[in-house]
């Protein structure tokens, strides 16, 4: 009970600031760039000669695979590609693009984008009272500062989990408006072990944010640990989101190579589990979910002890 | 039960000891000093007893509670005021005020009024904070450090940047208080005359140790008081003064002079001078302040 008053506290520090709600326009700016993406390339709908057109992107995905340089996350990308564009011809259904897919497959950009922007707010959360003073006021209430430092957390995950669900609705509603709420009877096709699988699309919606969340918790896990532990808003932005960009690069760039099991941003995204094919051959949920959970605990050890120990001067 | 108990309060880092076993107790409706140059550890005693910094040693009880063990119950029991009231200035004054009552047991919505009008508010209390002048601030500090009724009222360097107006009124408020709620403060401050006109008590701390505790009427009046004499030929009156009062300590200056001495032999020290045939143009006493004394008791070190 205690507790939840706390978290109201940390919720109006943050909503209740301008700022904040120019981070949350962000999203939706980043919603409509995307859709101008998807616009610019094939335009959502499916042009008459959608046959010839697929067998001509299945001719340079099957190139571009073939290259030397081609990173293994690029070859298995382009041979599900292929599957789908061929079961696609098989069976007469021209691909089209509705608010349905349209939100599916932006799950991972947009978790990407709010994980960036909740890096701002968890970056400040705790720091920036330090550097303004107001923490002599919180820590000398009612409160522990085990307390004070729980409600931030959670207060900051909340924003990042709020964010996402405004992602969603945003790409739901705009895509809507672009393409059409129509085909959400229709099944979600996807390539699992070499062969095309179907699952309802509501499903695959959500499947695909839940995979990517451990992404948005990563990162703003570690916005809060510098913030709490070392008091610097300044490092707790710059810091997490270098290391979250370079990390999500190099994960994608190193995918496959075995040591990267130990790498955490390789379990960021865990969609692999269900497509069959994890970033590192015969590596499992489990271990990644492990991995992750250690390593949030091992964050908040270190950041919750200098939190709760250090003195304030 | 005294309402607060330090007992050998001590804070080192490193090497440094910046606090040295102090120990002190208060009484309810007592306004105690913190008196002490700058780095004597009167901010690090006023921190420690609060949790912002940790104790290398000692005990802090408030209310019969010792804040190592039950940090929330004591903390229920105190009111704030560290250095500037760093509020959050993107918030009202209302909201501030609702964000630390849910941090403090038993606030209500009606108290929070109550509040507000004591420390006269109620027309800019929802303005955002970053529009106040620091007198303002000041009285919103106060509001949150009072909300929740607290029996002891720590303040550190409370007056820092008020001007005088801002001063007077805090100083008028602490006083109710003290006197009228019977809430006990502990104010740290560097400012003798400030500590002067409002403290029953003062504490003088040096490099870390407490050097005394004095209450003030003890210090600024005591049984002789020092009389000024102004005459026009101070040689020959410190002789006959001398032969008076023998023993007693005189000093002269120009067309002066200077003697301790029990306020009611005024009269009688005067008509000596006189019927010397020694013009005397005024006599006055000489208060000593808290100053003087703090001068004294410090070794003359300056603050």
């Known amino acids: 009970m205690k507790l939840i008053n706390y978290i109201r506290n940390e919720n109006m520090k943050i909503y209740k600031r301008k700022r904040t709600w120019v981070l949350i326009a962000l999203v939706a700016v980043f919603v409509i760039l995307q859709i101008i993406n998807v616009r610019a390339g094939d335009g959502g709908t499916a042009a008459a000669d959608w046959r010839s057109q697929l067998e001509q992107e299945n001719h340079r995905l099957a190139a571009e695979a073939a290259e030397p340089d081609a990173l293994q996350i690029e070859i298995r990308q382009a041979e599900k590609n292929i599957l789908l564009n061929e079961y696609s011809l098989q069976h007469n259904m021209p691909p089209e693009t509705n608010a349905w897919s349209f939100a599916g497959d932006l799950s991972g950009n947009i978790i990407f984008a709010v994980s960036l922007i909740s890096i701002i707010i968890a970056g400040e959360i705790a720091a920036a009272e330090f550097v303004s003073g107001t923490i002599k006021l919180l820590l000398t209430r009612s409160a522990s500062r085990t307390e004070v430092y729980t409600a931030k957390y959670i207060a900051a995950i909340l924003f990042g989990l709020g964010l996402t669900l405004v992602g969603l609705l945003l790409s739901l509603l705009f895509g809507g408006i672009m393409f059409g709420w129509g085909g959400l009877g229709d099944s979600y096709m996807y390539v699992k072990d070499h062969t095309v699988h179907q699952t309802p699309m509501l499903l695959s919606i959500l499947g695909s944010y839940l995979f990517h969340l451990p992404f948005l918790l990563i990162s703003v896990t570690l916005a809060f640990m510098v913030s709490a532990g070392f008091r610097s808003p300044i490092f707790a932005i710059v810091i997490p989101l270098f290391v979250s960009v370079a990390g999500f690069v190099i994960a994608i760039a190193m995918n496959g190579w075995p040591w990267t099991r130990f790498f955490i941003f390789s379990h960021a995204d865990l969609s692999g589990y269900f497509l069959g094919d994890p970033a590192v051959k015969g590596m499992t949920l489990g271990f990644s979910l492990a991995f992750i959970g250690l390593h949030l605990a091992v964050m908040h050890l270190l950041s919750h002890t200098l939190f709760v120990k250090r003195d304030v001067s | ?303």
């Open chain 2, 1 to 303: 039960m005294p309402l607060l108990q330090i007992r050998d309060l001590t804070k080192i880092i490193g090497r440094k000891t910046l606090v040295d076993h102090v120990s002190l107790e208060m009484e309810k409706g007592e306004i105690m000093g913190l008196l002490g140059p700058n780095g004597a550890g009167k901010t690090t005693t006023i921190r420690m007893i609060v949790g912002l910094v940790s104790k290398s040693e000692g005990q802090v009880i408030i209310d019969g509670i010792d804040t190592s063990q039950q940090f929330s119950a004591a903390m229920g029991k105190v009111g704030v005021i560290v250095e500037q009231p760093d509020l959050y200035k993107y918030l009202s004054g209302y909201d501030n005020l609702v964000l630390f009552s849910r941090m403090s047991p038993g606030v209500t919505a009606d108290r929070l009024k109550e509040i507000i009008s004591l420390v006269g508010l109620e027309q800019s209390i929802s303005a955002k904070v970053s529009t106040y002048s620091l007198g303002m601030r000041q009285r919103l500090g106060l509001a949150v450090a009072l909300m929740h009724k607290p029996s002891l009222l720590l303040l550190d360097e409370p007056t820092n940047g008020l001007d005088p107006a801002g001063i007077h009124e805090l100083r008028e408020h602490l006083k109710n208080l003290a006197h009228k709620e019977n809430v006990g403060i502990l104010i740290s401050s560097h400012l003798m005359s400030e500590m002067e006109m409002m403290c029953d008590r003062v504490a003088v701390l040096q490099q870390g140790k407490l050097i005394g505790v004095h209450r003030l009427s003890e210090l600024v009046q005591e049984d002789d008081t020092l009389v000024q004499f102004e005459v026009d030929r101070p040689e020959l009156a410190v002789q006959v003064l001398q032969a008076f009062m023998s023993g007693a300590e005189i000093t002269a200056g120009h067309n002066q002079l200077r003697v301790r001495l029990p306020k009611n032999r005024i009269p009688e020290i005067s008509q000596k001078l006189l019927d010397s045939g020694i013009s005397v143009y005024g006599v006055n006493t000489v208060k000593r302040t808290l100053e003087d004394k703090y001068l004294e008791i410090t070794g003359g070190q300056g603050h």
